[in-house]
Nanobody, 125 residues
Framework: QVQLRESGGGSVQAGGSLKLSCVGS????????MAWFRQGSGSKREFVAA????????IYADSAKGRFTISRDDAKSTLYLQMDNLRPADTDVYYC??????????????????WGQGTQVTVSS
C-alpha cells in the first residue's frame, strides 16, 4: 500500500525559507513521477514542481522558478521541496503526489493517483 506523508510546514515571515519533506512508504520514489501541489481554501489544487522518475529532470510552475527546488533522496524514499524567498502568496496547504503511468510528470492534479495528507505553509508579511 502506497502512503505519502508530508512534514516541514510552518509559519515564516516573507523572505524566509522552509523545506518540506514527503516520505513514501510502500513506494520507491525513484521509479515514480513525484510532484508538489498546493491548495488554498476554496481554490483548485495547483501544480508547484515535479521530478521525473529515474531522472533528475525537474519541472516548475512559473511562480516557483528561481525560488523553489524539488529533489529526491532515493535511499530515504523521500521527496523534498526547498522553498526560499517565500511570499505571502505562497501561503497554502502543500501536498506531495506520486504516479507511475506517464512518461513525464503530469502538471494537473488528475494525473496523480497517490497523495499525502498535506502540510500547511503560512507566510506573513
Amino acid at each position: 500500500q502506497v502512503q505519502l506523508r508530508e512534514s516541514g510546514g510552518g509559519s515564516v515571515q516573507a523572505g524566509g525559507s522552509l523545506k518540506l519533506s514527503c516520505v513514501g512508504s510502500g513506494i520507491q520514489v525513484r521509479i515514480y513521477n513525484m510532484a508538489w501541489f498546493r491548495q488554498g481554501s476554496g481554490s483548485k489544487r495547483e501544480f508547484v514542481a515535479a521530478i521525473k522518475f529515474s531522472s533528475e529532470d525537474t519541472i516548475y510552475a512559473d511562480s516557483a522558478k528561481g525560488r523553489f527546488t524539488i529533489s529526491r533522496d532515493d535511499a530515504k524514499s523521500t521527496l523534498y521541496l526547498q522553498m526560499d524567498n517565500l511570499r505571502p502568496a505562497d501561503t497554502d496547504v502543500y501536498y506531495c503526489a506520486a504516479e507511475v503511468f506517464h512518461p513525464t510528470p503530469p502538471l494537473e492534479q488528475i494525473g496523480y493517483g497517490w497523495w499525502g495528507q498535506g502540510t500547511q505553509v503560512t507566510v506573513s508579511s
